[in-house]
């Protein structure tokens, strides 16, 4: 997927006012409209000038792709930084069935018919409940095990003065439910936009992402750990301490175990109803022979074990 420079398709300055990304737009689609413009790409010129604008005219898409930095080239291939957009608050919703088909480029960003909702409250006697916001949040793993309260920072764009896109911070003091799932959303009545007259004020629905983990990885409410164990324990078996996110616990390896053999701890994934498993991948790792001894190990086992692990492959 190619990256897009939606300011060099509109030829403005990144730091264009909202009021000059207005007037280059009109002038570029006078130009490259299919119906009038002799250029042989005009077609293809005029989506991509219609797609830059739905971006850089709405203060909350044009804030959230200048965060992806000014590095990247047109043409250059592209796929979004992982969470590229968390703690990053919007508002509006979807455009539905009848959006237009942007590029790939837009849709990895801001997925189908993302659209940013304004409205207008100016008129006398006007009482409409204001927008809900939605932004991404980072929590860790061991916050969905036992819930915590958590200080989270949302950044917000706004338009200042001059007509350019700047970025509010905000901080808001949240407790995160234990049991608590990826993608799951928690909703905090009040917190979107402020209600036009006497309407009520929007909602702000976090969507819960974890942290990147060292240990772990999630899938539903299950979690997978790889656990390294000596060959001595594999063969033997053994009884082992495994880490859990919610403190270590006993391990019984079977006699025998070879190869990448799962082993399922019930109950000790993310808590809920029901709760999820944790998966214990062993992994059979080999001590180095760097000593004397330990070389002089490896070369009894040659001797004595007469083990070929290549026997099946009839070589």
Request: aromatic share 8%; hydrophobic share 35%; no cysteine.
């Amino acid at each position: 997927m190619d990256f897009k420079d939606y300011y060099k398709i509109m030829g403005v300055a990144r730091d264009a006012s909202q009021d000059e990304i207005k007037r280059a737009y009109r002038k570029l689609a006078r130009k490259y409209h299919p119906d009038v413009s002799k250029e042989a790409d005009a077609e293809a010129l005029f989506k991509d000038l219609g797609e830059a604008y739905a971006v850089l005219k709405d203060p909350e898409k044009r804030a959230a792709y200048d965060q992806l930095g000014a590095g990247w080239k047109a043409g250059q291939d592209f796929q979004p930084p992982p969470d590229w957009d968390a703690g990053f608050e919007f508002s509006g919703g979807f455009a539905g069935a009848d959006a237009p088909p942007y590029s790939d480029f837009f849709e990895s960003l801001f997925g189908r018919g993302f659209t940013s909702a304004q409205r207008d409250g100016r008129q006398a006697g006007i009482h409409v409940h204001g927008e809900d916001h939605h932004a991404k949040v980072l929590i860790d793993l061991e916050d969905a095990y036992r819930g915590a309260a958590r200080s989270i920072s949302l950044r917000a764009p706004e338009l200042d003065s001059t007509g350019h896109v700047s970025t509010r911070l905000r901080t808001l003091n949240v407790k995160i439910p234990k049991g608590v799932k990826q993608g799951q959303r928690i909703r905090l009545a009040g917190q979107g936009s402020p209600g036009i007259g006497k309407g009520q004020a929007g909602d702000l629905y976090l969507e819960i992402e974890f942290n990147p983990h060292s240990l772990y990885r999630v899938e539903g409410r299950d979690v997978y750990l790889e656990l390294p164990v000596a060959p001595w324990e594999a063969a033997l078996g053994a009884t082992v301490k495994v880490p859990t996110p919610d403190g270590p616990v006993d391990l019984k390896i079977p006699k025998g175990t070879t190869r990448r053999r799962k082993l399922r701890l019930q109950k000790r994934g993310i808590p809920g109803e029901p709760p999820g498993d944790l998966y214990v991948e062993l992994v059979i790792t080999l001590p180095p022979a760097e000593s004397d001894t330990a070389r002089q190990l490896y070369q009894k086992m040659q001797q004595d074990l007469a083990y070929n692990p290549r026997s099946k492959l009839g070589v």
